[in-house]
């Protein structure tokens, strides 16, 4: 698609992309991480080194919840690519920035769980960040068609795995963590899809 074809989409779009936007707020609940992450078990990792005896999750159910967090991780290359294809000041600009918001909350909330609740090797963890990030991502979809459709399977697919995973933890506060945020995922890929 012509980069002209694609600012005919993009503009003829803007009215149902704010209509979505405003859709989305209405039937999306605020939370708060910090009302979901277990504080009261957090403890010096510098006195106490991490064991994973200290563990309270199978191991592949960490390794689950570990790429659930490394994909939201990656969520300022998933804005810029958006950005980069969106004309500053519309309607889905606007959209990219809530949902970043929203999806940050996600990696902060995540994080926090694992690292309180000891369900991760804490230096793994941020040796893992660390390669992810540096790899980074550059989106192959130029045309805002494929990206609105990757996207929307990107939000569906997400949403799946950070509900199985919760679901396999058998940890409730894991769950109720892993479950918000999945409610969240089934948000965004509303407002993609549609």
């Known amino acids: 698609m012509a980069q002209e074809e694609q600012q005919e989409l993009v503009a003829a779009v ?17 939370w708060y991480f910090h009302e ?9 990792y510098i006195d106490e080194p991490w064991e994973e005896s200290q563990a309270t999750v199978r191991p592949e159910v960490r390794t689950a919840l ?41 990696a902060i909330a995540l994080r926090s769980y694992l690292l309180t609740s000891r369900n991760c090797d804490p230096h793994e963890l ?12 550059d989106s192959p979809y130029e045309d805002p068609i494929a990206l609105f459709v990757y996207t929307s399977a990107q939000e569906l697919a997400t949403r799946i795995s950070h509900r199985n995973a919760g679901a396999l933890t058998d940890d409730e506060i894991a769950y109720k963590v892993m479950q918000r945020i999945a409610a969240d995922e089934n948000h965004h890929y509303l407002f993609y899809k549609g």
Do not use: C
């Not at 803007?14 to 605020?30: I, T």
């Not at 979901?36 to 010096?44: A, I, K, L, M």
């Not at 309607?91 to 920035?97: L, M, Q, S, T, V």
């Open 36 to 44: 979901f992450v277990p504080w009261e078990q957090g403890r010096s």
């Open 126 to 137: 941020e040796d893992d960040r660390m390669a992810t990030m540096e790899a980074g991502y």
């Open 14 to 30: 803007e009215g149902d992309v704010a209509r979505l936007m405003a859709e989305h707020r209405e039937r999306r609940k605020d």
């Open 66 to 106: 570990v790429l659930n967090l490394l994909t939201e991780d990656n969520l300022p290359y998933y804005h810029l690519a958006i950005a980069d294809r969106m004309p500053k000041g519309s309607a889905y600009d606007e959209w990219n920035h809530l949902w970043t918001a929203e999806e940050a909350q996600h």
